[in-house]
Each structure stands twice: as structure tokens, then as C-alpha cells.
Nanobody, 127 residues
Framework: VQLQASGGGSVQAGGSLSLSCAAAGFTFDEYTVGWFRQAPGKEREGLACFNNNDDTTYYVDSLKGRFTISSDSAKTTVYLQMNSLNPEDTAIYYC?????????????????????WGQGTLVTVSS
């Protein structure tokens, strides 16, 4: 059982990337999947999450309109579409899955305690 994050790479400012978080050995049906990132010298921050039990989403305010989180119908992969990237988005991006958490505007990702973490995928945005 593991999560496999992929899709990172290098892009110029203003470009887009789509990250994938694939479940191996299980499905996301009863999991909330969150995307996080950690930039050099900074703490890890939560970005967005997808509640697979009812297909609802949550985004941190600073990312609304640029990033979109979604899941495939088979509940095996959660995506993070990132548009209008800027150098401040440079970071290692991680996905994680929590079977006992529901994220929403009232709680965000603050109490997210995942059962599984992906290995991280590097996103580099050049100016």
C-alpha cells in the first residue's frame, strides 16, 4: 500500500503542470487526499484536499483560481492541476491520504493526519 506522486518538472513562469497522486494497493473511496508542498527553507504547507466520499474540495485562499484538485471516477488517482505558475510555487509537492478526515472551509488541512504519504515530486518554476 502506497501513494505515488508524479508529474513534477520544470516550467517557466505562467506555465502549467498537472500532478498525479496514484493509490497502489487500495482505492481512495473513503479517503480524503490532500496536496502539500515544501519550499526550500520553509515549512510544509497544505494546498488543497479532495473528499472522495462526496467529491467535495477545499483550497487555501491564496491558491483559489489557480489550482484545481480532482479525482478520477475509479478513485485511484487524485490530480492537482496547477496554472499560472510563478517562481514562488517552486517546491517539492506531496500528496497524502487520510481515512478519518473531512476537509472543508471550517478546518482546512490543519488537523490532517494522513495514513499514507507520497514520496514527493519536484516542481521548479523559472522566471
Amino acid at each position: 500500500v502506497q501513494l505515488q506522486a508524479s508529474g513534477g518538472g520544470s516550467v517557466q513562469a505562467g506555465g502549467s503542470l498537472s500532478l498525479s497522486c496514484a493509490a497502489a494497493g487500495f482505492t481512495f473511496d473513503e479517503y480524503t487526499v490532500g496536496w502539500f508542498r515544501q519550499a526550500p527553507g520553509k515549512e510544509r504547507e497544505g494546498l488543497a484536499c479532495f473528499n472522495n466520499n462526496d467529491d467535495t474540495t477545499y483550497y487555501v485562499d491564496s491558491l483559489k483560481g489557480r489550482f484545481t484538485i480532482s479525482s478520477d471516477s475509479a478513485k485511484t488517482t487524485v490530480y492537482l492541476q496547477m496554472n499560472s505558475l510563478n517562481p514562488e510555487d517552486t517546491a517539492i509537492y506531496y500528496c497524502a491520504a487520510d481515512s478519518a478526515y473531512y476537509c472543508g472551509n471550517y478546518n482546512g488541512l490543519q488537523a490532517f493526519e494522513p495514513d499514507y504519504w507520497g514520496q514527493g515530486t519536484l516542481v521548479t518554476v523559472s522566471s
